[in-house]
């Protein structure tokens, strides 16, 4: 069977060389008679998979040595609860700013623990921006500042970061990381759940300064301090090992595409087919400001239900498959990380051109 362009938003595509070479390693890793998923955690030959995935990300997002790459699990989700509980330690007391689902998420969860502050929230325009920072509004006695870089729902992106003084900045990085370059040095953690650039679900990557670990609320389990999986490498317990195997097949992937900078050129690329089309459209209408856009998930709509039913239909049987919209936006997103090709993006704009021919 051949393989379709998945625009799913996550678990998403992944690159077909990196399947491919899995697939070649799945029975018998590097000759040494079983597959990476039958191997000690606390072997040599583990050690040095878990090892190299954790240099490569560190030369890939020049990550300075002041701070430790976390390999967890819990998904993104994990994050909302491991980051008050660890970081909400000196006035218990955290600014969030909302800009979709997963921050209001977060800031839910934060305010269990401790004061969240809301210090701006596009919600009344369903999320379709960034809004405007009044830095009045920041509370200088914050533990830390949460903010999501790019919002998978709702397609839109901070294309600047806010200042935050010395309040640490946190980020959500899932469905950004390595698709384009941040300045880890500009933020206190980030963190980002592997399957929407980075492999199979299972695996959590965070990114945290050490100066931050080690004063965690007293009633905070073992597993969800992160000064004890920064002591152990990861390797408190049993690790999610093929997701990590995976992860660091993936980052030498990117390392041949030519880093991230290249990622990130090629991601403004495939993007701009679809926006560039998008506003010349009579028939199509992108939800989001333009100075907001997301590089990774771009949701769209037609004037009607039916023509948005049709169109996701016609694409389905053209291999152009997972394009409806988030229930809360409808229409239709197209996820176009770091593994959907560019010919997968412009036959979907060849698509919309010719929807629209017979549709006007
Ligand atoms: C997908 C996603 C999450 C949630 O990730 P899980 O691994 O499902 O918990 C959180 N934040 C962002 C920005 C996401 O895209």
């Known amino acids: 069977m051949e393989r379709v362009f998945n ?5 998403s595509m992944l690159p077909l060389e990196v ?9 018998c890793y590097s000759s040494c008679g079983m597959s990476v998923m039958e191997m000690s955690h606390r072997s040599k030959m583990f050690e040095d998979i878990i090892s190299r995935a954790e240099s490569s990300l560190r030369d890939l997002m020049k990550i300075p040595s002041n701070y430790k790459v976390l390999f967890l699990q819990g998904g993104g989700s994990l994050q909302f609860s491991m980051i008050p509980l660890n970081l909400m330690n000196k006035n218990k007391k955290a600014d969030y700013v909302i800009t979709g689902q997963w ?3 977060a800031a839910q969860e934060a305010a269990r623990y401790g004061n969240v502050n809301i210090v701006a929230s596009s919600e ?13 509004k920041f509370d200088p006695e914050a533990d830390y500042f949460y903010i999501t870089l790019n919002n998978t729902i709702y397609g839109t992106r901070y294309t600047k970061l806010p200042d935050t003084g010395d309040v640490p900045l946190v980020g959500d990085m899932s469905s950004s990381i390595l698709a384009e370059e941040v300045d880890i040095t500009k933020f206190g953690l980030l963190f980002a759940g592997a399957q929407k650039n980075i492999g199979p679900a299972g695996v959590t990557i965070v990114i945290v ?6 004063n965690a609320m007293e009633f905070t389990p073992t597993m969800l301090k992160y000064d004890i999986h920064a002591k152990e490498n990861s390797l408190y317990n049993t690790p999610p090992t093929f997701g990590i195997y995976f992860a660091g097949l993936v980052f030498d992937w990117v390392k041949e595409q030519g880093g991230i900078a290249q990622l990130q050129k090629i991601n403004e690329y495939k993007a701009g087919l679809i926006y560039d089309f998008l506003d010349e459209s009579k028939l ?3 939800t989001v400001v333009k100075e907001h856009r997301s590089l990774m998930n771009i949701p769209f709509v037609l004037p009607t239900e039916e023509l948005n039913a049709r169109f996701i239909k016609e694409a389905e049987a053209k291999g152009l498959v997972n394009l409806k919209g988030h229930r809360t936006v409808g229409g239709m997103r197209a996820s176009i990380y770091n593994a959907m090709p560019v010919e997968g993006v412009k036959a979907l704009v060849e698509l919309m051109k010719k929807f629209e021919m017979e549709n006007r």
């Open 284 to 286: 199509f209408r992108g």
């Open 103 to 105: 921050a209001k998420k």
């Open 209 to 214: 300064r050490e100066d931050l670990l080690g």
């Open 7 to 11: 625009f799913s938003a996550g678990p």
């Open 124 to 136: 009344d325009t369903t999320f379709d921006r960034i809004p405007q920072l009044d830095p009045s």
């Open 19 to 27: 399947l491919e070479k899995a697939q070649k390693e799945f029975v």
